[in-house]
């Protein structure tokens, strides 16, 4: 795989791309390493903060004031579900995309997660070219 990522190319070489203040907000220390991986070495961000369940999430969020907010749904102390919501309920918070990226697949929370306020959602495992794809638009410049 590491192999692949090198040779092929990235959204990393596109013109459109710029870099953000991300925040992760996931509790699962593997799928942390994946998304650090893929927004560092394919994507080309640098300011990576991470939380690791929803508490820390909100503390680390008005501590770094991300751009963009990469959220977990299932997560100990206080879920994504209900940290999103506080999010949105700051003014801060209020425009700043808070995309759900979760195992939580059931039918209907793709909904419910729009709902509590999530801008998008992407559904684990986490593919590169997907997750890519996913991210581009929110990567963008334009």
């Not at 959204?11 to 593997?30: G, N």
């Not at 961000?45 to 907010?69: F, N």
Request: net charge negative; proline share 6%.
């Amino acid at each position: 795989m590491y192999q692949e990522l090198q040779t092929e190319p990235t959204i990393r070489t596109m013109k459109d791309v710029e870099p953000k203040r991300i925040l992760i907000v996931e509790d699962d220390l593997s799928i942390i390493d994946v998304l650090l991986n893929l927004l560092e070495l394919v994507l080309g961000q640098e300011e990576i903060h991470v939380a690791q369940d929803g508490c820390a999430g909100l503390k680390k969020a008005i501590e770094c004031e991300p751009d963009l907010i990469l959220m977990d749904l299932n997560l100990p102390r206080m879920d994504g579900w209900e940290a999103t919501r506080w999010l949105r309920s700051n003014p801060r918070f209020a425009q700043v995309p808070i995309l759900a990226v979760t195992a939580d697949t059931m039918r209907g929370h793709r909904e419910r997660a729009l709902e509590a306020g999530c801008s998008d959602y992407y559904a684990k495992p986490i593919e590169v070219d997907d997750f890519i794809h996913f991210m581009r638009p929110y990567l963008s410049g334009r």
